[in-house]
């Protein structure tokens, strides 16, 4: 599982060199500093620090030249021909300045842009991309920013859209809530068990609603506490086929398990991964039809073990197939409100797995994998 808070320089350091390098860092930066500057006075003293270092190997790289330009003339001044080639000494010199001077530029100016546009994205600009140019080094410093700015402007813009979901989903109960409670005091409704059991009813929804916010926030900062134990996959698939034993009877669904005989044991949280299958099942039996099958099965692959439930749906529609798994996503007429699928695959990711979903118009198949061996 990937760790939004973990700087996309560490997973794909942007050099490469020798052991004594510290990983993504690049070799000129200071030992004693962190990489990459974090904040804008970070990124001011880099700029300071960098253009201090770049003029002083100027200054040294025309004082060698000068030297040694001088020496070469006063040996040639010496001779029948010294004062035909002392002037061409001068001019040497201003060619080997002139040369520097382009190629300092041809350095500096890429890595200026980036200080430029480092300061213009932690004045919240994310939109700032700049030119790879430049030396390979300064090309992939160019590279990682602008994959840096991508991911934070990505992030921004889901925790925006994540706010506005938040506050639509909670509008509707704490709407039920108010109205009824203030019809009770007004005395328009009495106070009885039908009129409160509508404010419980919105409560636990809210709750559910918050408990699963705070499930996927857990599983994204990498805090989510997992208590493995040995488990057999067909107790997974037998306790997760009799929790929904009644409602599939109710809607008049039939529940078929399969598991191989052949399939190991795993170590995983058997709580956490109930969940997964209760959501998936939950869905499955939802959006079948009087008389369907929806099949829950363990199977190995490799060195993996595959969970699969499959329903005899409609089926989801392609454009809406890539985003089943994002936050809030539900298809039209769906009583949840869109986070199930979500915190399936944060609880599968987090224990090293995958999940993926197939569908057509003969139902929907959705698998997860999860390591056969034991995971430390």
Request: aromatic share 6%.
């Amino acid at each position: 599982m990937s760790d939004p808070d973990r700087h996309p320089w560490s997973r794909d350091p942007p050099w490469h060199g020798g052991s004594s390098w510290r990983r993504g860092t690049p070799p000129w930066w200071p030992e004693d500093e962190p990489w990459p500057p974090r904040g804008p006075e970070a990124w001011q003293g880099m700029r300071r620090r960098f253009l201090g270092r770049f003029l002083l190997f100027l200054a040294l790289v025309v004082t060698v030249v000068a030297v040694v330009s001088a020496v070469v003339g006063r040996f040639i001044g010496a001779g029948p021909h010294g004062g035909r080639f002392f002037p061409l000494g001068f001019l040497a010199l201003a060619v080997v300045v002139v040369l520097v001077v382009r190629a300092a530029r041809r350095f500096a100016g890429p890595v200026a842009d980036v200080m430029q546009a480092a300061d213009r994205v932690a004045a919240g600009d994310y939109g700032v991309r700049v030119a790879e140019q430049g030396s390979g080094d300064v090309r992939r410093l160019a590279r990682a920013f602008n994959e840096m700015a991508e991911r934070l402007g990505s992030n921004e813009e889901r925790r925006r859209q994540l706010l506005a979901d938040i506050g639509h989903e909670l509008r509707t109960p704490l709407s039920v809530i108010q109205a009824n409670l203030e019809a009770i005091v007004d005395g328009m409704y009495p106070a009885d068990g039908e009129h409160l059991g509508r404010v419980l009813d919105e409560t636990a929804v809210m709750s559910r609603l918050l408990d699963d916010l705070r499930t996927l926030s857990t599983a994204d900062a990498g805090a989510l506490k997992l208590h493995r134990e040995r488990t057999p996959p067909s107790e997974l698939v037998t306790a997760a086929v009799s929790s929904f034993s009644a409602q599939a009877t109710e809607a008049g669904v039939r529940l078929v398990a399969r598991v191989d005989p052949d399939v190991p044991d795993i170590e995983v949280d058997p709580i956490r991964i109930g969940e997964v299958l209760s959501n998936l099942l939950s869905n499955a039996v939802r959006h079948s039809p009087t008389g369907a099958e929806v099949e829950v099965s363990a199977t190995r692959s490799e060195d993996r073990v595959a969970f699969s439930v499959r329903d005899a749906g409609p089926g989801i529609p392609p454009e809406q197939l890539p985003h089943i798994f994002d936050r809030f996503s539900r298809s039209p007429g769906s009583p949840g409100v869109g986070l199930g699928l979500a915190i399936a695959r944060s609880l599968v990711e987090a224990h090293g797995g995958e999940i993926h979903a197939g569908s057509g118009p003969a139902g929907t198949t959705i698998t997860f994998a999860l390591p056969a061996g034991e995971v430390r």
